[in-house]
């Protein structure tokens, strides 16, 4: 999967690039640090065992897990079940990014440096008022 991240004191860039755009239907997002709630890396059966229905992307069970999917159970904040954005393929630990709502309450992505990036975005979150 070649997702590139930058970590500013203002905001998570997510870049897709090349054939996982395709995969992804996506180009990426970005996320300012007042929206982020935590970042961890978590392994992939942790990170991935609420996802339940894809609304659009692509997954292929054990390999390939890209694009918007619902998961299942409502959350305890909005009440309505939350969305997750995924760009990974076969790695063992993710990086999770947890938002505030739920359009989508979840990031999850495959990248070679997600603990240094989940380091990062945890020293720049904004804490909540």
């Known amino acids: 999967m070649a ?3 930058t970590v500013t004191d203002l905001a998570v860039h997510i870049e897709v690039t090349g054939w996982d755009r395709v995969w992804s239907l996506s180009r990426g997002r970005i996320i300012p640090m007042d929206e982020i709630v935590s970042a961890e890396v978590m392994s992939r059966s942790d990170a991935i065992h609420r996802i339940r229905w894809r609304l659009a992307g692509t997954h292929l069970p054990g390999s390939a897990i890209a694009g918007h999917f619902m998961c299942a159970g409502k959350d ?3 009440g309505r079940r939350p969305r997750a954005w995924l760009a990974v393929f076969r790695d063992r630990e993710l990086l999770r990014i947890t938002l505030r709502g739920d ?4 990031i999850v992505i495959q ?3 997600r603990h ?4 990062w975005i945890g020293e720049r979150i904004t ?3």
């Open 103 to 106: 359009r989508p309450r979840y």
């Open 76 to 78: 305890p904040e909005t």
């Open 111 to 113: 990248h070679p440096a």
């Open 3 to 5: 997702v590139e991240v």
């Open 127 to 129: 804490p909540q008022r």
């Open 116 to 119: 240094d990036l989940a380091w």
